[in-house]
């Protein structure tokens, strides 16, 4: 039986802990190819600042000139993950994270407003799916914050 793969296991909620976490790392250790892998290639995403769904190509093209510069540094510390097995190739994760951007001012340059991005009680769900390779790829992902992330909680009508 030469050339024939062996079926993959099916996915177990580790796996996808373990997915999630090299995930992030990767992210921090800004690897633009390995973030790329992360993904299949008809992901889409509803990014922390996207106003519509978004062909996951675009957004990591976005991901990669925003926060893999040079000086940018990156952050993420992941909460408890939720994961729920949707069959042997497929799963939903659901957590919580701090994530958080920062752009070193480069030097020589006067007081410049660098942009930053800080959001305290992200929201992220990522559905992962198993590919012929039998690697996981992330097939949608969804990030989003409270509208008070102070608090975690959405601000009351009317507060100041």
Known sequence: ??????????????????????YWIVL???QAEQHRE???????????TSRRLEPG????????????????????NVGRVEVELLGEDAAVAAYTMRFDVEQKSPAGTASKRIPEEHITSAR???????????????????????D??????PRAAGAQ
């Open 1 to 22: 039986m030469s050339g024939a793969q062996a079926p993959a296991r099916p996915i177990s909620k580790m796996d996808v802990e373990i997915a999630i976490r090299n």
């Open 28 to 30: 921090m250790s800004k």
């Open 38 to 48: 992360c993904f299949a290639d008809n992901a889409f995403i509803f990014a922390s």
């Open 57 to 76: 190509q675009l957004v990591l093209l976005r991901r990669e000139r925003e926060y893999m510069a040079e000086a940018t540094s990156i952050n993420v």
């Open 124 to 146: 992220v769900t990522h559905v992962f799916t198993r590919m012929p390779d039998g690697g996981l790829r992330i097939i949608h992902e969804h990030i989003s914050s409270p």
């Open 148 to 153: 008070d992330p102070r608090e975690g909680y």
